[in-house]
């Protein structure tokens, strides 16, 4: 009889005891669980759990920046990559590589409580500094149908997800006027549209890539996608084929380009062969900032209401000049 009250008061003690563990464990978890702010997966597929948000980032990619900026948080910007050029406040913060040559380093003496960082880095770089117990979020956006997207993702993780949706939901409603018009236009009314260079090599946007998209919900139809490759080695005679109604070209200097974009239109209208393209005939070139059409970043929506504008002139309320212009914002 003694040991069997022995025994019922082993098992209550083991029963209370595993009970107030598991309340413990449970309660454990909820606390660990309140103290992170954002818990999500990158473009890497790693998990990111963030338990404070950052004051201190480290963006590398201009994309990244240009939205950091946007939603209230250019002074947290601690660094930079050399592409990085927008808005004009980037010039004080420090540099700390490229693209493909990421100083680890200089990241790692910054003190970063997040590196916002794009798929295109060196993965050997973002495992790098993982493995020194930095923060890194990865984000994958390729054209203007991720921008909304990749904007709220920033919002989240940074504890700006108020400004960050005012500002996604504003693009997206800019991208909607322009997709609804151009939907009304019929195929044969979408001007035919060349984007490249004009002097051999002359590479052109072909299919899967920013411009490409751009160029599609502006309602133009991209000549070079029958390429089948993102950026072709184009020859002159399949352009003459296509015969484009408006020629684009990028440039990065805007201050060379405003100087000399007389002299480039005299040079593309006496040349033997592009004067025979009816872009060149009804003087339907224009010169882009290859910044707002190449960076999926808010500037993105700016090239397409502006393409949209000079594509369709009558649909979007724009009276096109007769000659050409620049497009940059």
Not at 265 to 275: F, G, K, V
């Amino acid at each position: 009889m003694k040991q069997i009250k022995l025994y019922i008061i082993i098992v209550s003690i083991l029963a209370v005891g595993f009970l107030y563990c598991k309340q413990s464990r449970k309660q454990l978890t909820h606390n660990m669980d309140k103290n992170i702010v954002f818990s999500g997966v990158d473009a890497t597929g790693t998990s990111v759990r963030i338990t404070q948000y950052p004051a201190n980032i480290v963006s590398l990619a201009p994309s990244n920046t240009e939205i950091l900026f946007d939603i209230g948080l250019g002074a947290s910007i601690t660094g930079r990559t050399r592409f990085c050029n927008y808005p004009p406040e980037v010039e004080s913060i420090p540099i700390v590589g490229g693209f493909v040559d990421i100083n680890v380093e200089r990241i790692v003496a910054l003190q970063p409580d997040l590196v916002l960082a794009i798929r295109g880095n060196p993965q050997k770089s973002i495992t790098e500094l993982r493995r020194l117990a930095i923060k890194v979020f990865a984000l994958d956006p390729k054209d203007i149908t991720d921008v909304v997207r990749t904007i709220k993702d920033i919002g989240n993780i940074t504890g700006k997800k108020e400004n960050a949706e005012i500002l996604a939901d504003n693009l997206a409603r800019r991208i909607e006027v322009v997709s609804e018009l151009v939907k009304t236009i019929p195929v044969e009314l979408r001007p035919k549209v060349f984007y490249g260079d004009w002097k051999s090599p002359i590479t052109a946007a072909g299919i899967n890539n920013p411009i490409d998209s751009l160029i599609t919900m502006a309602g133009g139809i991209n000549i070079a996608t029958d390429s089948g490759v993102s950026w072709p080695h184009y020859s002159f005679e399949r352009i003459l084929a296509h015969n484009p109604d408006i020629i684009l070209s990028g440039f990065k200097n805007k201050e060379d380009l405003v100087k000399d974009q007389d002299l480039l239109l005299e040079e593309i209208r006496n040349d033997m062969l592009w004067s025979k393209i009816k872009a060149v005939q009804t003087n339907r070139i224009y010169f882009i900032d290859e910044d707002i059409v190449m960076r999926p970043g808010p500037r993105m929506v700016d090239a397409l209401e502006l393409l949209a504008r000079y594509f369709h002139p009558d649909k979007f309320n724009v009276r096109a000049k007769e000659s050409s212009r620049v497009l940059s914002h």
